[in-house]
């Protein structure tokens, strides 16, 4: 009976043992860092500096990057410390000269197209109703909740509209590339400004606006004010709906060192090399967190009480704060202020309405990878 016991206790504890090592991993050996080589290369683009130089572990820049090593879908990582690239590496179909589909990570830089268009006189303040950009379908409109959405509310994902993977008739609208008369056709789930839901079609009708009060497509605009002063060249493929606007929601198209610079443009309170490209009181606006996310997931790795501010997520990491852009399967600019942190990833895209079960997994491991090297990271 004893020895019935004794085999019972040992099985439990084995089991015990082999559920923790499974939860918890091994992690890589001190062999498998030392083989890690993320030295970034060299181009007038970026200043390069090592990690022992910015006052980072070596050891846990040389982790993140093996784990990332291990993931199937991830195409570059890079590591910006100081204004200083101190890690780079690229996988699977990535390179420096990469340029593809950044998802929703567009979202951010429609926000800052907004700022600027504010800034530029384009746009008269953040209170403007957005009907006032759409008198071709204005007199449509019947639900008069509709009428008071203000460009601050399509900012802050408060507008009213519902998120697409919620609504199957804003799922089928949203892939349909005729937007304008959806902005009539699509219900609203709550009163504008009351409640916050991710809406794709809504930061669309925000670079509309955009381009209507300028009277330049958003790209040439974005060319004029954004673009041509960082550096940095849109590739060839970003998309336009029917209409012939091209989609401020997702899938502009950069390199993954094209992002960072917007990342530490955001981090400079919007100058780049000495030039205020974005005034310093719209990147507080844009980073201060307005809603509180609905998902059922609301947290994802060590990403805990996740918000949103002027198209940026916040998140708090450990003892960090951080701010990113975030693009469906994996596409992240994540900012670490007290650290003078970026951290850049781009992956594939998964683009196209039948791959969101399957990119999931994919960019959740993404996000776990980025988040556990932050959390890792001592504070300052």
């Not at 918890?24 to 390069?48: H, K, N, Q």
């Not at 410390?81 to 780079?88: C, M, S, T, V």
Request: proline share 4%; hydrophobic share 40%.
């Amino acid at each position: 009976m004893m020895k019935q016991r004794y085999r019972e206790r040992l099985l439990l504890l084995l089991l015990m043992a082999a559920t923790l090592m499974f939860f918890t991993g091994c992690g890589p050996s001190v062999d498998d860092l030392a083989s890690v080589d993320y030295t970034p290369i060299e181009r007038e683009d970026w200043e390069i500096s090592t990690p022992e130089d910015e006052g980072i572990d070596p050891e846990l820049v040389a982790e993140v990057y093996y784990n990332a090593s291990q993931l199937d879908t991830i195409y570059s990582l890079l590591v910006v410390k100081n204004g200083k690239l101190i890690g780079e590496k690229y996988f699977h179909d990535g390179s420096i000269d990469e340029l593809g589909k950044r998802a929703s990570v567009t979202k951010s830089y429609t926000s800052a197209l907004t700022g600027i268009a504010l800034e530029q006189g384009y746009l008269e303040s953040t209170d403007q109703k957005m009907l006032e950009f759409f008198p071709d379908i204005s007199d449509q409109v019947t639900d008069p909740r509709k009428w008071t959405i203000t460009i601050e509310n399509m900012l802050e994902m408060k507008s009213g509209y519902p998120w697409e993977e919620e609504d199957a008739a804003a799922w089928e609208a949203m892939w349909s590339g005729e937007y304008l008369s959806q902005i009539v056709a699509i219900p609203l789930i709550s009163d504008p400004g009351t409640r916050f839901k991710y809406s794709n079609l809504t930061a669309h009708w925000l670079g509309i606006i955009v381009a209507r009060a300028t009277g330049k497509d958003l790209k040439t605009f974005g060319e004029e004010y954004l673009f041509d002063p960082l550096g940095v060249t849109p590739g060839e493929g970003w998309i336009r709906d029917l209409d012939g606007y091209y989609i401020a929601s997702g899938d502009i198209i950069f390199t993954a060192r094209d992002m960072a610079i917007f990342g530490q443009l955001y981090l400079n309170e919007g100058k780049h090399n000495g030039q205020q490209i974005i005034s310093a009181e719209w990147v507080s606006d844009s980073l201060r967190t307005y809603s509180v996310i609905e998902f059922e997931v609301t947290s994802v790795g060590k990403f805990k009480n996740m918000g949103y501010g002027y198209m940026w997520w916040s998140a708090e990491v450990g003892n960090h704060h951080v701010n990113f852009a975030w693009g469906h399967g994996g596409q992240l600019i994540v900012l670490e202020d007290s650290l003078d942190l970026v951290v850049v990833t781009t992956a594939d895209p998964f683009y196209g309405p039948d791959t969101h079960q399957n990119a999931w997994t994919h960019e959740k491991a993404i996000l776990e990878t980025i988040s556990t090297f932050i959390y890792s990271l001592p504070s300052e």
